[in-house]
């Protein structure tokens, strides 16, 4: 079957960086897209991978191994406004959207 | 700029009812889909339609059918709601498979069938 792995929850303080990971295995891999969705919100795109390494945006970076079935998602300089559910998403060979459940980031002053 | 719109915003109905949920996009995308999003779950594709006139089964169709007369409008009927339909249900749009094909998400409609 088809999975995408990400931790549940994580915390972290304003100002520091973290760190969300994402694994799958999925039938296929056409790319692997990072959203941030805000409590009772719209999901938002932020990133899209789909050859091996670094994708840099602003205090956004998103990694990708795609011999690994692994992908990280790094935020800088963290903001309050960047509490957040992370969702993490790969295009299977159907070019459909696999997506994980999410990670809820809690920022702390 | 709209985007996305979906109506209603939220919906409480009763066990046994149909409901039509809404969706329009002004962004001339070919590809549209409808989510549901349950907690602890990731989103969940219900159907798709990759251009007007089509339309897919996604993961978890039954219960639910769709219909993509135009590009603008991709509406989601329940025909005899359940409670295991209550839900966010969020619609979607995108260029098509190609490229980034970034998807752009509506609002969303939560509905809570009793």
């Not at chain 1, 998103?62 to 903001?79: A, D, M, P």
Request: charged fraction near 15%.
């Amino acid at each position: 079957g088809q999975n995408i792995d990400q931790p549940t929850e994580m915390t972290a303080t304003e100002g520091a960086i973290v760190q969300i990971n994402c694994t799958y295995q999925t039938s296929g891999f056409n790319g692997l897209f990072w959203y941030q969705q805000h409590a009772g919100e719209a999901p938002t795109f932020l990133s899209y991978n789909v050859l091996d390494g670094l994708e840099e945006k602003g205090r956004f970076s998103s990694f990708l191994s795609r011999s690994k079935g692994y992908s990280y998602l790094l935020l800088k300089e963290l903001q309050m406004k960047d509490s957040a559910s992370y969702l993490c998403a790969v295009r299977d060979s159907n070019y459909q959207l696999i997506w994980g459940a999410g990670t809820k980031l809690i920022i702390k002053p | 700029t709209a985007g996305i719109t979906q109506a209603p915003t939220s919906q409480i109905l009763a066990a046994g009812r149909s409901m039509t949920l809404r969706c329009t996009q002004d962004m001339r995308h070919n590809a549209m889909y409808w989510y549901r999003q349950d907690l602890g779950l990731g989103l969940r594709l219900i159907h798709y339609s990759n251009t007007a006139g089509t339309t897919g089964k996604g993961e978890v169709p039954d219960g639910y059918s769709v219909s993509r007369a135009n590009t603008d409008d991709f509406p989601l009927t329940l025909a005899s709601a359940v409670p295991s339909q209550t839900s966010v249900y969020f619609c979607a749009s995108s260029d098509g498979p190609e490229s980034t094909d970034t998807q752009y998400f509506g609002p969303g409609t939560r509905l809570t069938v009793l």
